[in-house]
């Protein structure tokens, strides 16, 4: 079959594109016979490729809530990488989640490409840190069973007190937890107008020797069991006190909901890098001719329906859609407590604050005795 286009019909780069696809497609039919064949040989066990792994070094996960791309991630790997130590693993976002807490993408197919790491193996993924997690302990994309440490981080920004629970750096060391994986999160205390890219070197810097020790110990099985540890690493990093172990405080930024005139969310790319524009262009032509039919079927369901509201006599009611816009944004604020062994106190004293997280699977006593009073109270009918 051949297929002719009318230059003057569309732009010569459009022409060239789609005559290339076209082009593409005949030669890519030549070998479809020998790919249907590779693929009745059954799936592989695992996505990735047959690379030797050092069996004396033990494997270290890394992830991140910022994205694949983001500094802190890039700097904390290199700097694994480079220490000779450990066999590197990376399965991150592939967009920016740093405020996606612990959700999990249920239901919906995730994406999973191979990234470019010097000296790792890594691979992005179109879902959450906990979905990155979950993935890479599953067995379905890694060769190996089981990483030795879990490091989720360097996330750009403080993940004190309450924004444990927004963020998803230290969901992903959770889910490590969840999964029975000692795990680490690290984060930076960046500050806008102070902070520098640099700083996230030498947060490495300082993280290492923990990260050593933690190795170590795991092996000798006398790591903490049970928590994941919260590590905050000052806004100067080389500068730092000193390691210093915390508690989880109630820290938390002032939530600013404001309303705006239009949504300034930012968009996606509007094209695929893997598809071409002729394709894109049939794409959106479909689209555009279904939703038009679509809103004709409806222009004549809502005339159908008028009309047999007037014959039935009741009145012709039009409800209005209001759409409205807002846009949330963290503010800071004074903290009042002066309890040096809480975790935003130690930072912005200058220590690294190091805070053991545990799975909420323990209810203190004196909480389980309240709650049970107020159960009674309230079954009873007492008031």
């Known amino acids: 079959?051949?297929?002719?286009?009318?230059?003057?019909?569309?732009?010569?780069?459009?022409?060239?594109?789609?005559?290339?696809?076209?082009?593409?497609?005949?030669?890519?039919?030549?070998?479809?016979?020998?790919?249907?064949?590779?693929?009745?040989?059954?799936?592989?066990?695992?996505?990735?490729?047959?690379?030797?792994?050092?069996?004396?070094?033990?494997?270290?996960?890394?992830?991140?809530?910022?994205?694949?791309?983001?500094?802190?991630?890039?700097?904390?790997?290199?700097?694994?990488?480079?220490?000779?130590?450990?066999?590197?693993?990376?399965?991150?976002?592939?967009?920016?989640?740093?405020?996606?807490?612990?959700?999990?993408?249920?239901?919906?197919?995730?994406?999973?490409?191979?990234?470019?790491?010097?000296?790792?193996?890594?691979?992005?993924?179109?879902?959450?840190?906990?979905?990155?997690?979950?993935?890479?302990?599953?067995?379905?994309?890694?060769?190996?069973?089981?990483?030795?440490?879990?490091?989720?981080?360097?996330?750009?920004?403080?993940?004190?007190?309450?924004?444990?629970?927004?963020?998803?750096?230290?969901?992903?060391?959770?889910?490590?937890?969840?999964?029975?994986?000692?795990?680490?999160?690290?984060?930076?205390?960046?500050?806008?107008?102070?902070?520098?890219?640099s700083d996230f070197k030498d947060a490495v810097d300082v993280c290492l020797p923990l990260i050593h020790a933690a190795i170590r110990d795991i092996e000798k099985d006398v790591f903490p069991r049970n928590c994941s540890l919260n590590i905050e690493v000052p806004t100067s990093p080389s500068t730092n006190k000193g390691f210093k172990i915390t508690r989880c405080s109630l820290w938390r930024c002032v939530p600013s909901w404001q309303a705006v005139s239009s949504n300034r969310h930012p968009a996606g790319h509007f094209m695929s890098k893997q598809q071409s524009l002729g394709i894109q262009l049939a794409q959106l032509s479909r689209d555009a001719s279904a939703a038009g039919a679509a809103r004709r079927l409806q222009t004549q369901r809502k005339s159908v329906e008028i009309e047999s509201v007037a014959v039935a006599g009741r009145p012709d009611v039009q409800r209005e859609t209001v759409k409205k816009f807002f846009r949330l944004e963290f503010l800071e604020k004074e903290q009042e407590a002066t309890d040096e062994e809480l975790d935003f106190r130690a930072l912005e004293n200058g220590f690294v604050a190091v805070t053991p997280l545990c799975l909420p699977l323990h209810v203190e006593s004196e909480m389980h005795g309240a709650a049970s009073e107020w159960l009674a109270a309230a079954i009873t009918g007492d008031e």
């Open 1 to 197: 079959m051949t297929t002719s286009v009318k230059k003057g019909c569309l732009p010569p780069g459009l022409v060239s594109n789609l005559q290339d696809v076209l082009a593409s497609r005949k030669a890519g039919s030549n070998g479809e016979e020998q790919s249907k064949s590779e693929e009745s040989e059954g799936p592989s066990s695992s996505v990735e490729a047959n690379s030797e792994i050092d069996s004396s070094k033990p494997v270290v996960l890394v992830t991140n809530g910022d994205g694949i791309e983001a500094p802190g991630l890039t700097v904390l790997v290199e700097g694994l990488v480079r220490d000779g130590r450990f066999n590197v693993h990376v399965c991150a976002p592939q967009l920016d989640k740093s405020v996606s807490g612990h959700s999990v993408t249920l239901g919906e197919t995730l994406a999973v490409s191979t990234a470019e790491i010097h000296g790792a193996t890594a691979y992005e993924v179109s879902g959450t840190p906990a979905d990155c997690v979950s993935l890479a302990l599953s067995g379905a994309l890694f060769s190996w069973s089981k990483p030795s440490l879990v490091i989720s981080g360097i996330n750009k920004g403080s993940s004190c007190g309450q924004h444990i629970f927004y963020s998803g750096a230290v969901a992903g060391a959770r889910e490590a937890l969840i999964c029975g994986v000692p795990s680490l999160s690290i984060s930076l205390n960046w500050k806008k107008d102070e902070s520098r890219e």
